[in-house]
């Protein structure tokens, strides 16, 4: 019985990992069409949000028999249960990938606005984000876990700067409008996506170390 | 030992609609601090939502407890990880309830810029659903579920019609600018909104039904 369940719990995690890698090949193409302003890559990603969709319905279900046949205990049921709200973080990444490369795809067939140098470091630091949080999962590391927590401040105030530059831009010249709010959405889902990989960061740290990090007095300040 | 566990099921349903409960009551202040234009009501959100946070922390643990303790089966198996599921959702959902009386409380301290009739649609839309998809849960009921699918497709037309119409503003008077970005974004907290209570509406049709019924071929359109 053990034997089955840990090559079950092997095979969990392995899909697991695919699924991360699926997740941070969208997002990236997403940050890429961004940076590059490239439309193209847009039906790319759409494509792999249906893989990403059918593979969370598939390690859901795996999940579901782990627990209905092992029945496991401690650590193996607190693994079960994180790989349950990382699959579910990183199929909503897929979700606001296609909004993000959505939203370039757009901007890429319109002017330029140009954009702040500080984009560009969202851009690095989401990127950065969600890959730390994936190895962070992969090697139980809780320092890579507590890193990405860090960086999700940064990527907060850069959101917070961009509403205020893209405002500004707004009133100055009202033909921009439109790009405008395209390039405030690109942010904010780039937000979220920093938000998720907060969460897994998180939910690797509960997993590693027991203890819940989530909801800190600052926490409801986030995501607004 | 299957007495003990029917109580502790028991139990935990009862904290997950208390919790609904609370949720329930944010996102109706939200809704109603944009349609009252009423900025007192946002701290009231705050605090809510301080509470919303702890008892997602302490049903999480009961879900734990209980799969480790009683190695549920089956339909209390499935029970349980749908808990966990909506007990997540909800939390989100309190977290977007602020957002929205944040905005609500900025539009209500400056000169009213007029909103379009189909956005209280939107508004009583949200209300409903988030209601219904709880109703569903407490009573298992796959037909009030099904309901709430169906609204979601009109909440998500209303969101799009919002983005034409304040980007119209926008251009006709650059004033008005901060406050049309403030209701856009306001708008798309209330449909993400009634995404979750989606969610949860799906969860309760698995839960029953045994089927999933997410990922759809149109599921990638939403969320847009």
Same mark, same amino acid.
């Given at each position: 019985?053990?034997?089955?369940?840990?090559?079950?719990?092997?095979?969990?995690?392995?899909?697991?990992?695919?699924?991360?890698?699926?997740?941070?090949?969208?997002?990236?193409?997403?940050?890429?069409?961004?940076?590059?302003?490239?439309?193209?890559?847009?039906?790319?990603?759409?494509?792999?949000?249906?893989?990403?969709?059918?593979?969370?319905?598939?390690?859901?279900?795996?999940?579901?028999?782990?627990?209905?046949?092992?029945?496991?205990?401690?650590?193996?049921?607190?693994?079960?249960?994180?790989?349950?709200?990382?699959?579910?973080?990183? +199929?909503?990444?897929? %979700?606001? &990938?296609? @909004? !993000? *490369? /959505?939203?370039? $795809?757009? #901007?890429?067939?319109?002017?330029? =606005?140009?954009?702040?140098?500080?984009?560009?470091?969202?851009?690095?630091?989401?990127?950065?984000?969600?890959?730390?949080?994936?190895?962070?999962?992969?090697?139980?590391?809780?320092?890579?876990?507590?890193?990405?927590?860090?960086?999700?401040?940064?990527?907060?105030?850069?959101?917070?700067?961009?509403?205020?530059?893209?405002?500004?831009?707004?009133?100055?010249?009202?033909?921009?409008?439109?790009?405008?709010?395209?390039?405030?959405?690109?942010?904010?889902?780039? +937000?979220?996506?920093? %938000?998720? &990989?907060? @969460? !897994? *960061? /998180?939910?690797? $740290?509960? #997993?590693?170390?027991?203890?819940? =990090?989530?909801?800190?007095?600052?926490?409801?300040?986030?995501?607004?």
């Amino acid at each position: 019985m053990t034997m089955h369940l840990q090559r079950d719990l092997e095979d969990l995690k392995k899909k697991l990992l695919d699924m991360g890698s699926l997740v941070e090949k969208a997002t990236n193409l997403a940050i890429s069409a961004l940076q590059e302003r490239r439309a193209d890559l847009c039906s790319e990603v759409h494509e792999l949000d249906v893989t990403i969709d059918r593979r969370e319905v598939v390690i859901e279900e795996d999940c579901l028999k782990i627990l209905a046949l092992h029945q496991p205990v401690a650590t193996d049921l607190r693994f079960v249960v994180c790989v349950m709200k990382v699959n579910n973080d990183l +199929e909503r990444m897929g %979700d606001l &990938a296609i @909004n !993000i *490369a /959505e939203r370039a $795809a757009y #901007l890429a067939t319109h002017d330029d =606005i140009g954009v702040p140098l500080d984009f560009h470091r969202m851009l690095e630091l989401v990127r950065t984000m969600v890959k730390q949080s994936l190895n962070s999962l992969i090697n139980l590391d809780v320092t890579t876990a507590r890193e990405v927590l860090a960086m999700d401040d940064e990527v907060d105030d850069i959101n917070k700067q961009m509403f205020v530059i893209l405002e500004a831009l707004m009133f100055e010249n009202p033909a921009v409008i439109t790009r405008a709010i395209h390039m405030l959405s690109a942010s904010r889902h780039l +937000e979220r996506i920093a %938000d998720l &990989a907060t @969460n !897994i *960061a /998180e939910d690797v $740290a509960f #997993l590693v170390e027991g203890a819940v =990090i989530r909801h800190q007095p600052e926490d409801y300040t986030k995501d607004s």
